[in-house]
């Protein structure tokens, strides 16, 4: 029997900076974006390979790394997941590049 209350703290900030970017090219496109969970990754002909990971927002990986490679559409599939923001990681040659993906059901 609880007989007291607690105060509970959610604290949103992953340490990520999805707006920050090390250039002002893009490495890639996600559409569409809100999505029930079906995404296409489309990466710029310039920039590759890109090795693509997809956290939660506690910094859980939710899609295993893969190499993009070229200008082919990739899909990524989160539709087993649950609705919320999502955080996809490019890393290029060592740098990376963070766009936050949106699960809406």
Excluded: H
Excluded at 41 to 53: K, Q
Excluded at 70 to 75: D, I, L, M, V
């Amino acid at each position: 029997e609880l007989t007291s209350c607690l105060t509970v703290t959610v604290d949103f900030n992953t340490g990520l900076d999805p707006e920050a970017s090390t250039g002002s090219e893009a490495w890639y496109t996600v559409q569409p974006n809100p999505s029930s969970g079906l995404f296409q990754l489309i990466p710029a002909a310039d920039v590759s390979p890109l090795t693509i990971t997809v956290y939660d927002a506690v910094g859980c990986a939710v899609y295993a790394p893969f190499v993009a490679v070229g200008k082919r559409a990739t899909t990524l599939d989160l539709s087993t997941a649950a609705p919320g923001a999502y955080y996809l990681v490019a890393t290029s040659q060592g740098e990376q590049r963070i766009s936050r993906i949106m699960v809406q059901r």
